[in-house]
């Protein structure tokens, strides 16, 4: 089975600077996707952005961008520019493309990012 | 347009009641699914339907069965409810059963049983 580790509880930055938030995952396949999801104290699970797994290239959303490093099993989300609309809890989330059926999302316990005005 | 709507988005109940949480999309997508967030905001699969078939179904205690009338709705029943039932659950939708499906939420419910 698959795993998601988050490493961070909390982060803190400072409104308009750069965090690094950390998503390491464990699985022997390989192919698959990974995300990142916010959830602002609305509750609302929001896609922030996505990355396929035979892509090499980082995938970007505007501020928020990847570093995805497969043979590390690492997948790491930068948010530039912070602002305070960016407090929230970050989960990482893997989905397997071997499922042969709807598969779910594991995800990771999630980082609470602070923004500091 | 709400794409996922869920009712009602809080729940108070009492042990050993039974009660339902009402999920439906309005995407036409074939997939939906059952996530469970307990108090320390972990999130994890509980259930997901395509074409009302239930795909996957993890360690969930049998107390919990999701039921689809159509495929644009996707019920979660929940029978003699313990206190370890409290939670927020979210119901998701996605247009198939392809990893790259992307899966979109709902508000989230939250279940607390006293």
């Known amino acids: 089975a698959q795993t998601v580790t988050q490493s961070q509880p909390e982060m803190s930055v400072q409104e308009a600077e750069t965090v690094t938030l950390s998503c390491t995952y464990d699985t022997s396949e390989s192919d698959y996707y990974l995300f990142w999801y916010k959830q602002p104290p609305s509750r609302q699970m929001i896609l922030v952005i996505r990355?396929?797994?035979?892509?090499?290239q980082n995938a970007t959303e505007n501020r928020f961008s990847v570093n995805f490093q497969k043979a590390a099993k690492s997948f790491s989300l930068k948010i530039s520019d912070s602002q305070l609309g960016d407090a929230a809890m970050y989960f990482c989330a893997y989905r397997s493309a071997y499922g042969g059926g709807a598969d779910g999302l594991t995800f990771g316990k999630g980082t609470h990012l602070i923004i500091q005005p | 347009d709400t794409a996922v709507s869920q009712t009602p988005k809080y729940l108070v109940t009492q042990m050993g009641n039974d009660k339902s949480i009402k999920c439906e999309q309005n995407l036409g997508h074939d997939t939906m699914y059952w996530y469970k967030q307990d108090s320390k905001k972990f999130l994890k699969i509980m259930f997901s339907y395509n074409n009302k078939e239930l795909i996957i179904n993890e360690t969930v205690p049998n107390r919990f069965s999701p039921k689809s009338p159509d495929k644009a709705h996707l019920n979660l029943h929940i029978n003699s409810l313990e206190l370890g039932d409290s939670a927020v659950y979210f119901c998701?939708?996605?247009?198939?059963?392809?990893?790259?499906?992307?899966?979109?939420f709902g508000p989230g419910t939250r279940l607390t049983v006293t």
């Open positions: 990355q396929e797994a035979y892509k090499q």
């Open positions: 998701a939708s996605s247009r198939g059963t392809t990893y790259e499906d992307e899966q979109y």
